[in-house]
C-alpha cells in the first residue's frame, strides 16, 4: 500500500490513478489527517503531492514528521518536495505564486528513480512548477537533474530513499512521468504489483460479510453502472440478506426499466423489487418548469417511494450505495472556500438517517473505470458496464419545461436513434456521454408537400474524464446530417434537430 498525503495540487488524483494503474493500492489523505492514516495503514512508501501555498507561509501545511522517523521510502512532488526539504534540514526560498511550464531536466546523476528511463546526462521534457525553490539541500541529499531555472530539480536521498521532485510526474504532460512513477513504486518500495479487481473483490467480499453478519441490506438501483456493480458483490458476498429495489420514476431511457430487470431476476437471480412509480412522479411534476424544482421533488419523491418500500418488505439494516472514489474524497483541492450551488444533485442522501440505517458502500475506494472493470470481473454484460453516466433526475432534465408522457415519448425514442447511430460508427466508447434533449419549441417545417409544426430536439455529446469539465465532441457533419435526417424521419413529433457545441464550462452537460 502507498500512502498520498495531498497538500491540495488539482492534479493529487493523477497520482493515485498512476499508482493504481501499477497494480499497487494507494489511498489519498488530507495533510491534517495524514498521521492518522499513517499510523492505521502502516503504507510501505508515501508521496507527497503538490500544493498552492508556499512552504515559506506561517501556517503552511507539513508532512507529519513521523513519517520521515518511520525509514519507508517518499517522493515528494513540486510542494511535497519543498516541504520535504524544509522538514529535513535544507532551505527553501520562498515563493511566488505556483505557475506550471514546460521545461527540460537534465539528468545529472544515477538514479533508481530513472532506471530504465532515462540515463545520465539526457535530456527530458516535464512538466515544471515554479514557486519556492531549494537554496541548500538537507543534508544527505544530492543533485540528480537540474534545469535551466531549477538547479534543484531533482534531489534524492538514495541510501534513505527519499525524492524531491519540483515538476509532476504524474501528469501526461510529463511524458516519462508514470515511467518514474512505477520505479519508484515497483524498484523503490519494493511493491509487486499484484493489486488486481479480483483480490477487490475477495477482499471486498470479506468485508461487506464482516460489516453486516446476519444483517438485512437494501439497495436502491438507479439503472446505472454503480449500484448495478455494488448490488452484484454485495449479492455475491452474503446472497438473498441482499434485497434490490428499483424505483420507476418513468423518466428512463427507452426500455431501460426492463434491461435492469432482466439483468437482476434472469441473468443473476438476485430479489429485485421493481416498482412503478410513474404515475406519482409524473403526476407531482405535472406544470413544473423550473429545473432545481424539478430536481428536489424528484430527490423528495424518490425517498418517500423508496421508504415505502423498504418498509414493505419489512425494513433493514443497512442501506448500499455505489459511492465512488471521486465522491467521498476529502481533498484538500476542493475546500477552497463557498461554493454556489450550480445543481441539487438527486441522490439517495437523507435516506440514512431518516430509516436509521448504517451505510455499506463497497466502490468507495475506486474510480469510474475501476467500477467497469469490477463490473466485467463480476460478469455484467458489456452492454451494461460500459455504459454512459445516466443523472438520476433522468430525462426530466432533458426536457426543459413542463414534462408530459408525450413529450417523454419522443424524447426518448430520438433518443434512442442518436445512441443507435452513435454505436453504429463506433463512437461510443470515444464519448463521455451523449443524449438528446427536447426543446419546448415548436418550429415550422415542410415533409412532403405539407407543412409541420413540430419540436425540436437538440443532440448532446461531450468528452470528460470525470464530469467536472467537458468539450462537446467532434461529430463530422455527414454523421450529424445522417442521425438528423434518421431522427426526423423515425420519431414522430419531431421536425428539426440541432447540435450543441457549447463545452463545460461555460454550459453543463445537462440542460439542467
Ligand atoms: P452537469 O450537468 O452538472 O453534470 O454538468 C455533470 C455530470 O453529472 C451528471 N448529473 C447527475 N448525476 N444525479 C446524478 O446522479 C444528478 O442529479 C445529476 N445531475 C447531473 C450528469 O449526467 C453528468 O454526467
Same mark, same amino acid.
Given at each position: 500500500k502507498i500512502l498520498i498525503v495531498d497538500f491540495g495540487s488539482q492534479v493529487t488524483q493523477l497520482i493515485a490513478r498512476r499508482v493504481r494503474e501499477d497494480g499497487v493500492y494507494c489511498e489519498i489523505v488530507p495533510f491534517n489527517k495524514a498521521e492518522e492514516a499513517f499510523k492505521e495503514m502502516?503504507?510501505?512508501?508515501?508521496?507527497?503531492?503538490?500544493?498552492?501555498?508556499?512552504?515559506?507561509?506561517?501556517?503552511?501545511?507539513?508532512?507529519?514528521?513521523?513519517?520521515?522517523?518511520?525509514?519507508?521510502?517518499?517522493?515528494?512532488?513540486?510542494?511535497?518536495?519543498?516541504t520535504m526539504a524544509a522538514q529535513l534540514g535544507?532551505?527553501?526560498?520562498?515563493?511566488?505564486?505556483?505557475?506550471?511550464?514546460?521545461?527540460?531536466?537534465?539528468?545529472?546523476?544515477?538514479?533508481?528513480?530513472?532506471?530504465?528511463?532515462?540515463s545520465s546526462g539526457s535530456k527530458n521534457q516535464v512538466w515544471m512548477s515554479h514557486g519556492d525553490r531549494i537554496t541548500r539541500m538537507p543534508p544527505g541529499f544530492s543533485v540528480a537533474g537540474t534545469s535551466p531555472n531549477a538547479p534543484f530539480a531533482i534531489i534524492q536521498d538514495e541510501k534513505r530513499k527519499y525524492y524531491g521532485l519540483m515538476f509532476h510526474p504524474e501528469v501526461v504532460h510529463t511524458p516519462d512521468g508514470a515511467k518514474l512513477i512505477r520505479n519508484f513504486v515497483r524498484k523503490i518500495a519494493g511493491l509487486t504489483g499484484d493489486w488486481t479487481m479480483r483480490a477487490f473483490r475477495e477482499e471486498e467480499i470479506a468485508k461487506i460479510r464482516q460489516q453486516v453478519g446476519k444483517g438485512k441490506v437494501i439497495c436502491g438501483l438507479s439503472g446505472g453502472v454503480d449500484s448495478a456493480v455494488a448490488a452484484v458483490l454485495i449479492h455475491e458476498a452474503i446472497g438473498d440478506q441482499l434485497t434490490c429495489v428499483f424505483v420507476d420514476h418513468g423518466l428512463l431511457r427507452l426500455d431501460e426499466a426492463k434491461t435492469v430487470v432482466d439483468l437482476f431476476r434472469h441473468h443473476y437471480n438476485i430479489p429485485l423489487v421493481h416498482v412503478d412509480a410513474s404515475k406519482q412522479f409524473l403526476g407531482e411534476l405535472e406544470g413544473?418548469?423550473?429545473?432545481?424544482?424539478?430536481?428536489?421533488?424528484?430527490?423528495?419523491?424518490?425517498?418517500?417511494?423508496?421508504e415505502q418500500e423498504a418498509k414493505k418488505i419489512g425494513g433493514a439494516?443497512?442501506?448500499?450505495?455505489?459511492?465512488?472514489?471521486?465522491?467521498?474524497?476529502?481533498?484538500?483541492?476542493?475546500?477552497?472556500?463557498?461554493? @454556489?450551488? $450550480?445543481?441539487?444533485?438527486?441522490?439517495? *442522501?437523507?435516506?440514512?438517517?431518516?430509516?436509521?440505517?448504517?451505510? /455499506?458502500?463497497?466502490?468507495?475506494?475506486?474510480?469510474?473505470?475501476?467500477?467497469?472493470?469490477?463490473?466485467?470481473?463480476?460478469?455484467?454484460?458489456?452492454?451494461?458496464?460500459?455504459?454512459?453516466?445516466?443523472?438520476?433526475?433522468?430525462l426530466a432534465i432533458r426536457c426543459p419545461g413542463d414534462?408530459?408522457?408525450?413529450?417523454l415519448d419522443i424524447l426518448?425514442?430520438?433518443?434512442? @436513434?442518436? $445512441?443507435?447511430?452513435?454505436?453504429?460508427? *463506433?463512437?461510443?466508447d470515444d464519448?463521455?456521454?451523449?443524449?438528446? /434533449?427536447?426543446?419546448?419549441?415548436?418550429t415550422v417545417g415542410v415533409m412532403g408537400d405539407g407543412r409541420t409544426y413540430d419540436y425540436v430536439v437538440g443532440l448532446r455529446a461531450v468528452t470528460s474524464t470525470d464530469g467536472m469539465t467537458a468539450d462537446f465532441y467532434q461529430f463530422d457533419m455527414k454523421f450529424l446530417g445522417e442521425t438528423a435526417t434518421r431522427i426526423i424521419n423515425e420519431v414522430k413529433g419531431v421536425n428539426r434537430v440541432v447540435y450543441d457545441v457549447t463545452s463545460k464550462p461555460p454550459g453543463t452537460i445537462e440542460w439542467e
Open positions: 502502516k503504507p510501505k512508501a508515501v508521496i507527497l503531492s503538490g500544493g498552492p501555498e508556499s512552504v515559506h507561509e506561517a501556517g503552511s501545511p507539513r508532512a507529519p514528521q513521523l513519517i520521515f522517523a518511520s525509514g519507508v521510502p517518499v517522493m515528494g512532488i513540486c510542494y511535497g518536495q519543498m535544507g532551505e527553501v526560498e520562498g515563493g511566488h505564486h505556483r505557475e506550471f511550464g514546460r521545461a527540460d531536466v537534465e539528468v545529472k546523476a544515477d538514479s533508481k528513480l530513472f532506471e530504465d528511463v532515462w413544473v418548469t423550473d429545473p432545481e424544482t424539478k430536481r428536489k421533488t424528484i430527490g423528495r419523491l424518490f425517498i418517500e417511494v423508496f439494516d443497512f442501506l448500499a450505495q455505489g459511492t465512488l472514489y471521486p465522491d467521498v474524497i476529502e481533498s484538500v483541492s476542493f475546500t477552497g472556500g463557498p461554493s @454556489v450551488t $450550480i445543481k441539487s444533485h438527486h441522490n439517495v *442522501g437523507g435516506l440514512p438517517e431518516r430509516m436509521n440505517m448504517k451505510l /455499506v458502500e463497497p466502490l468507495r475506494e475506486l474510480f469510474k473505470d475501476e467500477v467497469r472493470k469490477l463490473g466485467r470481473e463480476l460478469g455484467l454484460p458489456e452492454i451494461f458496464v460500459g455504459r454512459h453516466p445516466f443523472p438520476g433526475p433522468g414534462i408530459t408522457r408525450d413529450k426518448r425514442k430520438a433518443d434512442a @436513434v442518436y $445512441i443507435d447511430q452513435i454505436r453504429k460508427h *463506433g463512437l461510443y464519448i463521455w456521454q451523449a443524449f438528446a /434533449v427536447l426543446l419546448p419549441v415548436k
